[in-house]
């Protein structure tokens, strides 16, 4: 991991949204954390305690009625909250690419999945069409999906959810971002495809050099994925540390509190007979 100068940076940033009232309410709070080349990063917190909104802001996705009112997302020496749109589709997915938590909703119900990840290809890589559809086989294989000729001419529908993140996967492959976004990317798999995908997500990120952002509340992922890892609570970054001083010694009271509900073998547990 290089530790000179961050890819990311995310400088007092905070958000607010609009309700229905035309009401404002702070949903990020002055949030700041740096992610380093190669570093897989961890970003953790109950469920509404902003951390998809983060994700979403990073990668200038935000909902209409969110807008950022102060700070700075700086990335590869450039403030993104200043791009225009069109300086957008330069660097969204070529640059930056998420994956989000249902992929399906992510995926084109009425496209075969081969021709998905084959549109990506020829968009980010610039190959004819023949080309890249076999690229989008290749890519298939690659992120773990047998029988790649077969599957890619189904429908999202017809995949599992495990096999429908594996084509996101892929997709996001194909892009060869610079820093990729990993957000809650097992929610709804069973425990089985969770340590598979997570596995996938480990191997994709040593081979290729991707930079990677993990959301999850799951701290035991967080313990076998990641490098460092921030604490989120109600829009604000509690506590930044590397995993190890993490586990060993939480500083923030709310990361201790996490800590506690967290099953640990080394720990004894107060059980009654």
Avoid at 79 to 98: F, P
Avoid at 139 to 149: A, K, N
Avoid at 169 to 185: S, T
Wanted: charged share 20%; with cysteine.
């Amino acid at each position: 991991m290089d530790m000179t100068e961050p890819l990311l940076a995310l400088e007092n940033l905070s958000v607010t949204i609009t309700d229905n009232r035309g009401q404002s309410k702070p949903i990020l709070q002055g949030v700041s954390f740096e992610i380093y080349p190669n570093e897989v990063m961890g970003l953790v917190g109950e469920s509404g305690s902003g951390k998809s909104m983060t994700a979403l802001a990073i990668m200038g996705l935000l909902p209409r009625r969110a807008k950022p009112q102060s700070g700075h997302i700086w990335f590869n020496g450039h403030d993104l909250l200043t791009l225009s749109k069109r300086e957008w589709y330069a660097v969204r997915g070529s640059q930056l690419a998420m994956i989000f938590q249902n992929p399906r909703a992510a995926l084109n119900p009425l496209m075969r999945v081969g021709q998905q990840v084959a549109r990506v290809v020829r968009l980010h890589q610039s190959l004819k069409k023949r080309a890249a559809y076999e690229k989008a086989l290749d890519l298939l294989q690659q992120v773990g999906i047998p029988d790649s000729q077969t599957r890619a001419r189904a429908y999202p529908h017809q995949l599992s959810g495990g096999m429908a993140q594996r084509v996101l996967i892929a997709m996001m492959l194909a892009c060869q971002p610079r820093l990729l976004i990993a957000d809650e990317p097992t929610t709804g798999l069973d425990v089985t495809i969770q340590a598979q995908i997570f596995e996938l997500i480990k191997t994709i990120q040593a081979e290729f050099g991707t930079t990677l952002l993990l959301i999850t509340h799951d701290l035991g992922v967080v313990s076998e994925v990641c490098q460092r890892v921030a604490v989120m609570q109600d829009g604000k970054i509690q506590e930044v540390a590397t995993v190890g001083e993490l586990f060993a010694h939480p500083q923030h009271p709310y990361t201790q509190h996490l800590m506690n509900t967290l099953l640990r073998v080394d720990r004894p547990t107060n059980s009654r007979a």
